[in-house]
């Protein structure tokens, strides 16, 4: 039998495990591993332009799959690029094998050229980072870090020497053979029957559902129907409690709808399930509160809470329902209803292609979502393009949505899009750009055509990082440091080999969108759009009224009266 390196053992163990690709940047320390891929056809090396990208690429592959994706970076600068992105899979909990090559093993301590210390870099943004030194750790330890990032839902990092890796292997195959384990968690007997009495001696009451209720659709709506709860949902739980839902009153959060906001704040009890929502001043304050998650640490993070439970949503919920009783009062539910209907029917009028020959952003999500596949992937930059999609994407438990939502990394939309295009070759994957998060990263629109993946990229030009720009106005700060002097950038498109397509006014947006969804390739459409569409806040409180006015001002002395036309204008037309 021929000898195995332990580069070749470490490849094996992945492709054993059902790791099909690795995103990564080549680089001298990694040559081990990227030859021994080589002559396999049963795992990919997918080379990027950035290992920011591959990290965030290896993120949305295992958002979309659940399973254990995979990324990789050279010594020093190489795993240095990966760190971002691999905060923002840690943070929103997919699993993720990081591999970090190191510099020869015996330079190390010597302030070698490229030398870093990748166990002290990845230590906040892992839940486990080691150093293989011999090879007699291997395959133990990759072993463990897959583990870990599965069962912990995470980042784990293994740091291996370029020389280590072309050393001999000890072991000859992997030492794991089980497949996933999937424990259910419920809360003790007497803790339901707790929860369950609380329950039945309330009348309003509020669901805030987050990502923990995905694959418990069924029981969340059932339980809403005995409680008369209307469900608020967190951002991160609308790809799986949106949809065919009687119960949906919206989002809440400065990004979110009214109704969303006063149906928390009007209930008596609120029923925190599967989310970690971050902005206590959103929560109520009078209300009873209980949070049901499947990680105690997550209990009374956000909010003080009364009443918590360990459980997975699935199993609580099923263990939970035949305890209660149908609640009779429903004034509550039809109110939050109601409200929703009109907060919903006012965000829908922004979304039109009224106002002349001003394309509104809003109207250019709306034609995406009625154009999209029924099972497209939408990935969404930080900045104003995720408040178009959360306010007007349309979730239908085939759709998938991804964002930086919890690290609230800029530039996460295109490496996102990649990842899903690469993990999933026949489906439709559209990023929706800002033209300064498209900028940051643009360098792996050249991984488009290098890979031949069809992304559609639909790229929010206001000329601005506009979300910084609405809250320095916000906090009466004059805004500074947001202009952006961009390119054209269906040309750069077209230069990158992808069809590059621009929509001048509102009737050329659904046609624009149209032949870039029906393209057999990746194509950008740049869509012009005003600078200061505001997106205010559920309730704008005096503070925040305050720093508009003082912006007014602000700007005004200092000469920029055309803005302030500009602001105005977008505000009447609204
Ligand atoms: C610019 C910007 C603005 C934003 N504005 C808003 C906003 O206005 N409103 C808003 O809602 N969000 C907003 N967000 C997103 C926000 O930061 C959070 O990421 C989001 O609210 C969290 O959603 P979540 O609670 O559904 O998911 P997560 O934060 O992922 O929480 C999920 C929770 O479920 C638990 N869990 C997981 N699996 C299970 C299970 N099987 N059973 C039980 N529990 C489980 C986890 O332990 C965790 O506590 C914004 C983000 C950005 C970038
Ligand atoms: C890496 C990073 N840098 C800076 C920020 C702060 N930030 C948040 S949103 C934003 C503006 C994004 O601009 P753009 O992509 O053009 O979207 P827009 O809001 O203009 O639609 C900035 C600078 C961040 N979140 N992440
Ligand atoms: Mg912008």
Known sequence: MAKKNVADLLVDVLAGAGVRRIYGVSGDSLNGITNSMHARDDIDWVHLRHEETAAFAAGAEAHLTGALAVCAGSCGPGNLHLINGLYDCHRSRVPVLAIAAQIPSAEIGSGYFQETHP??????????????????????????????????????????????????AVERAPRLRFSEPRPTVCPSDDELNILADLLIRSERITILAGAGCVGAHAELMELAG???????????????????????????????????????????????????????????????????????????????VDFGFVGDTKTTLRALLPRLKQNDYKAHLQESLEHYRKARKGLDELATASGGTRIHPQYVARVLDRLAAEDAVFTCD??????????????????????????????????????????????????????????????????????????????????????????????????????????????????AGLLGLRAETPDQVEPAIAQALNHDGPALVE?????????????????????????????????????IVDLAKVNLLR
């Open 119 to 168: 166990e002290h870099l990845f230590a906040q943004c892992s839940h486990y980072c080691e150093l293989v030194s011999q090879p007699e750790q291997m395959p133990r330890v990759l072993e463990i870090a897959m583990q870990t990032a599965i069962s912990k839902r995470g980042v784990a990092v293994v740091a291996l020497p370029g020389d280590v890796a072309l050393r001999d």
């Open 226 to 304: 005995t409680l008369q709860a209307p469900i608020v949902h967190a951002m991160r739980g609308k790809e799986f409690i949106e949809y065919d839902n009687p119960f949906d009153v919206g989002m809440t959060g400065l990004l979110g709808f009214s109704s969303g906001y006063f149906a928390m704040m009007n209930c008596d009890l609120l029923l925190m399930i599967g989310t970690d929502f971050p902005y206590q001043q959103f929560f109520p304050k009078k209300a009873t509160i209980v949070q049901i998650d499947v990680r105690g640490e997550q209990l009374g993070r956000r909010t003080k």
């Open 382 to 495: 930080v900045g104003t393009p995720t408040i178009w999609a959360a306010r007007y994407l349309t979730m239908n438990g085939k759709r998938r949505m991804l964002g930086s939502f919890t690290h609230g990394s800029m530039a996460n939309a295109l490496p996102q899009a990649i990842g899903a295009q690469v993990s999933q070759p026949g489906r439709q994957v559209i990023s929706m750009s800002g033209d300064g998060g498209f900028a940051m990263l643009m360098g792996d629109l050249l991984t488009l055509r290098q890979h031949q993946l069809p992304v559609k990229l639909i790229v929010f030009r206001n000329d601005s990082l506009a979300l910084v720009e609405l809250e320095m106005r916000a906090a009466g700060i004059l805004d500074f440091g947001t202009a952006l002097h961009n390119p054209d950038f269906t040309k750069i498109a077209e230069g």
């Open 527 to 563: 869509v012009p759009v005003p600078r200061q569409e505001l997106s205010m806040p559920p309730t704008i409180t005096f503070e925040q009224a305050k720093g508009f006015g003082l912006f007014m001002m602000r700007a005004v002395l200092s000469g920029r009266g055309d803005e």
